[in-house]
């Protein structure tokens, strides 16, 4: 069973520092996309990144989030500044695209802000 | 944006007995996906449905995906103490640069007494 690799698997931050998170997608997945559960509540979509560029996200991603795919292998989550409202598991999720239309998740990453 | 109600929010059960919830959009989705959340885990795709009216079973698990395109059931035969955890439903839009979010209900939490 392929697998989205993510670390790291849970981070402590004080409020202002930058966090960068970071996933390993399956090799041959074309679509990329980052995913946020605060604790308690459903998983919400942040962004989708096809092509080295983005191509959908949501009002939650702000000015303060930014996703690049810098050397062709690990896709990265920055926030820039980090609120306490940051705070929550953010999931790394990949998909085929051409052949494949299953979309598979990461184990996570929590980042708790303090 | 686009909102999926899932119900129930929580459901405690017997080991033995049957389970079912669903979810309903206010908008056509034409995928439908059910996953399972473990606890500090990421989501674990069970069912993938993705015509109108079709019927998917995985072993003790069946989901339907509706006529109208805004809703769909799971249901769980003969439940067994490991099918604890979140459920979620997601509905997945049409192709484009969106393809590949997913919007997910709020999610079924299972208990299961032995």
């Not at chain 1, 790291?8 to 980052?34: A, D, K």
């Not at chain 1, 820039?80 to 929550?88: G, I, M, P, V, Y």
């Not at chain 2, 698990?61 to 809703?71: C, P, V």
Request: glycine share 10%; net charge negative.
């Amino acid at each position: 069973e392929p697998e989205v690799t993510q670390t790291p698997s849970h981070q402590v931050t004080q409020m202002g520092q930058e966090v960068i998170l970071r996933c390993v997608p399956i090799s041959n997945h074309l679509y990329f996309y980052w995913y946020r559960q605060i604790l308690g509540q459903k998983v919400e979509f942040l962004v989708s990144f096809y092509n080295n560029e983005i191509s959908e996200k949501s009002e939650i991603f702000d000015d303060q989030f930014s996703v690049e795919r810098p050397d062709g292998s690990n896709f990265t989550l920055k926030i820039r500044s980090t609120k306490l409202e940051d705070s929550a598991m953010y999931f790394c999720a990949t998909l085929q695209g051409y052949s494949g239309n299953t979309i598979y998740f990461g184990e996570g990453s929590w980042l708790t802000v303090v | 944006g686009q909102q999926l109600n899932q119900s129930p929010q929580s459901m405690f059960i017997q080991e033995g007995e049957d389970v079912s919830m669903n979810c309903t959009s206010s908008s056509i989705f034409n995928t439908w996906l059910w996953y399972k959340q473990d606890p500090g885990e990421g989501p674990v795709l069970l069912i993938a449905l993705y015509k109108a009216g079709e019927l998917t079973s995985n072993g003790r698990l069946t989901a339907q995906f509706g006529i109208t395109r805004k809703d769909s059931f799971l249901n769980i035969s003969a439940s067994i103490p490991s099918d604890v955890g979140i459920y979620f439903c997601a509905g997945r839009d049409a192709g484009g640069t969106s393809y590949g979010k997913l919007t997910f209900g709020q999610g079924t939490i299972l208990t299961v007494h032995p």
